[in-house]
């Protein structure tokens, strides 16, 4: 039976509120501008930088983002606009603390600053938005804040096993034509070819992946869990795409490898039907805890989402500590770029006859 995509998400700054969306243009890397900005906190001493996220800085999930295009901001460029919510009764909703800061949504590089940054052990160069942008967070979070764009960065997947099957054959085989290339070269004193196929994958800020699947039938399980049924929304688990999981049971993504979208693009020469290969899951952490209209850890039942996971859904030997909840996605390496929406059909249409293994290191 054919499910059905019920809500897309991209989240431009890593770690502050996602926007929904009803159509999503799907790259290489992901949906279009996900997660190439990101925060990090500036700690002594010597200034060191760590990521600032959900469960080490629930105040996250206090900034909302909206992305305005070029046709409505008049000359200028498309543009990233932050809002901070503040929490009613604490002094943080008066005008001044409610500014609004406003970003050009792929800034000129030239003009910033660049710097070596690392996400989970992956490095990267990116570039500096600046000491407005800096002092703007600093200010709300409470704590020294810098604000990075990934830009023309690229951060190395690490994981051997969340490389899409296809990518990883075609390393290995241009591993094998390199070295038989170099072998004939000596032999004939040629010049070696530079031709290749398409680069290894990489990824802006996004965790591990580019993409992360859930499905509603897992959400309604923990729901399901907690006392007296509380609903959890799907936004908790900060997916990119959700899809209704009709016909399937909860956690039946666990077993997930391939995707089929038939989209209902108008592209003339797109492809009806894009591939998304699920390749890892994904374990999760204390920001599944965080009550979005506060800022700080939830209280009752609505703080023990964690926990309640952690009954019988630590399935995954590579990270045994921590509970899975959906699975992250690769789009098919020969895909350039496609257009998906909410609607669209999607089907299972390869599955794993064990779960995967994830394989990330010092995560």
Not at 217 to 235: F, I, K, N, T
């Amino acid at each position: 039976m054919t499910m059905k995509i019920t809500a897309l998400y991209v989240y431009p700054i890593k770690g502050l509120r996602g926007i929904e969306l009803e159509t999503a243009q799907i790259r290489p890397q992901g949906i279009s501008h996900d997660r190439t900005f990101m925060l990090y906190e500036v700690r002594p001493p010597g200034d060191k930088l760590e990521k600032i996220q959900l469960d080490t800085h629930p105040r996250c999930a206090l900034f909302e983002q909206q992305i305005v295009p070029k046709s409505q901001a008049g000359d200028e460029a498309a543009a990233l606009v932050v809002r901070f919510r503040g929490v009613p009764g604490t002094g943080e909703t008066d005008e001044s603390v409610r500014e609004t800061l406003r970003v050009p949504l792929e800034p000129d590089m030239a003009a910033l600053e660049k710097i070596d940054i690392r996400l989970h052990d992956s490095p990267a160069a990116a570039y500096r938005m600046g000491d407005a942008c800096d002092a703007w967070f600093s200010r709300r979070f409470g704590v020294p804040a810098m604000m990075v764009y990934l830009g023309d960065g690229r951060r190395s997947v690490l994981g051997k096993s969340l490389v899409p099957r296809a990518a990883a054959e075609q390393q290995q085989q241009q591993q094998q034509r390199g070295w038989m290339t170099s072998l004939t070269s000596y032999i004939t004193g040629a010049a070696p070819s530079s031709d290749t196929n398409s680069p290894a994958p990489w990824l802006t800020f996004t965790d591990v992946a580019p993409l992360l699947v859930t499905s509603e039938p897992s959400r309604q399980d923990v729901s399901e869990r907690l006392l007296g049924g509380q609903a959890v929304e799907m936004y908790k688990f900060r997916p990119n795409i959700v899809v209704d999981g009709e016909g399937e049971d909860a956690w039946a993504e666990d077993f997930w490898a391939e995707l089929e979208v038939e989209t209902q693009t108008r592209e003339p020469e797109a492809p009806r039907k894009q591939t998304l290969q699920l390749t890892g899951n994904c374990v999760r952490c204390l920001s599944l805890n965080v009550d979005y209209r506060t800022g700080k850890p939830a209280e009752g039942e609505q703080g023990n989402v964690l926990k309640r996971l952690m009954k019988d859904r630590r399935v995954d030997p590579g990270s045994k500590w921590s509970p899975v909840f959906g699975r992250y996605a690769f789009p098919d390496s020969h895909a350039e770029g496609f257009t998906v929406s909410v609607g669209d059909g999607v089907e299972v249409s390869r599955r794993n006859a064990e779960r995967t293994v994830f394989d990330w290191p010092n995560m």
